[in-house]
């Protein structure tokens, strides 16, 4: 799959797939107007580190791939700005 080769593309630039997010309300949905006959595209987020100059290359590639719509890559302000498992919200218990 394209999820696939994107990754491993990432990984031959030397970065580093941190977690792909492929959930609701992710994934399939309607495109708010047609791009290139499509009504529909399938949504994928990616959180990765990348070097700034292979970021460019990368998107260069996306931008020439034929299976990409559309796509940003967005800098978060930290790397700690993009957690890779959120923690779960635990509610303290009082003793009884």
């Known amino acids: 799959p394209i999820i696939e080769r994107i990754?491993?593309?990432?990984?031959?630039l030397g970065g580093q797939v941190k977690e792909v997010i492929?959930?609701?309300?992710?994934?399939?949905?309607?495109?708010?107007?047609?791009?290139?006959?499509?009504?529909?595209?399938?949504?994928?987020?990616?959180?990765?580190?990348?070097?700034?100059?292979?970021?460019?290359?990368?998107?260069?590639n996306l931008r020439l791939s034929d299976d990409v719509l559309?796509?940003?890559?967005?800098?978060p302000d930290s790397v700690e700005a993009v957690p890779?498992?959120?923690e779960p919200a635990v509610e303290p218990r009082l003793p009884q």
Request: aromatic share 12%; net charge positive; glycine share 4%.
């Open 84 to 86: 890779a498992h959120p």
């Open 22 to 60: 492929q959930t609701s309300p992710w994934g399939r949905r309607r495109l708010a107007y047609n791009i290139e006959n499509f009504q529909d595209g399938y949504y994928v987020v990616t959180n990765l580190l990348l070097n700034p100059a292979q970021a460019s290359e990368l998107e260069h």
């Open 7 to 12: 990754n491993n593309y990432i990984a031959t």
């Open 70 to 75: 559309r796509h940003i890559l967005v800098r």
